[in-house]
């Protein structure tokens, strides 16, 4: 029994095994005391967080290296055993295997990288973080109803994007396109309506129109898609109660919120400042409206 217990203990493969577990423990401790003096010292970042991601990449291929070396006589016997083990792990891991693959094709792919903002698997957010099996987002919107953290961190598996579709909202054009609609009483100058809207754009244009136009070009350049403007645009369409002018406009895609308020505060500043001859209307049909109107028909019922 003695005998026995000795043989198991003096294993070649054995103790290869237990020099590799031996090993791969000193690499990422290593690894830890690397990163604690240097580079989570590193103010920056967007810098601090991919030499973190670089030095933990060392850790494994030191750790592969190490695996070889220590194993380079009975990689033979390894490799079966690997392969028949590997069968049975591939089968019982297939989310985490596909996670893997996905993470190689969101690096390889430039489907989006760390401080994107993108909708993965219906979920809004920032990119703060692309692990090996996960991604990891700072939620935006939900409850909130503006593009703004709502103080959520979600984690998605990487395996979504051979599923879902990937938008992104700053890769290769960081802008967008927003929209704001008013409603102007019958009776309006409209004309008057339309250079108020056109006037309210000018910082905008200022600010984003020459940087988005030249972005602008490099997509048309690179894919097969049209031409199209990028400065600010108002139509008017005839409603039943009013008539809508609809200004639409080229925005930095983190600005939205902060770009739609001042436009509003202009462009009321100057209906008021119109004398009477732009004056807004008021949507009947809109659900609060309506909703305030139903109660107040219900109120005078009742009395």
Known sequence: MNEEIRKIILNPLLEKTFFVFIGIIAIWVFIKVILRRFAYKIKDTDNRYHTRKFIDFFGYVFSIILIIVIFNNNLGKVSVAFGIAGAGIAFALQEVITSVAGWIAIL?????????????????????????????????????????????????????????????????????????????????????????????????????????????KRMVNKYMIEDASISPMVTLVVRENFAEFTLRYIVDYKKRRSTKNKLYHNILESFEASGGRVKLAVDINHPILTRSLEVKTTERTVV
């Open 108 to 216: 390889s792919g430039n489907y989006y990288r760390t401080g994107d903002r993108v909708q993965l698997n219906g979920i809004k957010g920032d990119v703060i973080d692309i692990g090996i099996l996960r991604t990891t987002l700072m939620e935006i919107g939900e409850w909130i109803d503006a593009d703004l953290y709502n103080g959520r961190v979600v984690r998605i598996a990487n395996s979504f994007v051979f599923k879902e579709p990937v938008f992104n909202y700053s890769a290769d054009f960081p802008f967008l396109w927003d929209e704001i609609k008013i409603a102007v009483q019958y009776g309006s100058d409209y004309k008057m309506a339309e250079q108020i809207l056109k006037n309210a754009c000018e910082e905008i244009e200022d600010m984003y129109v020459d940087a988005a136009h030249k972005t602008w």
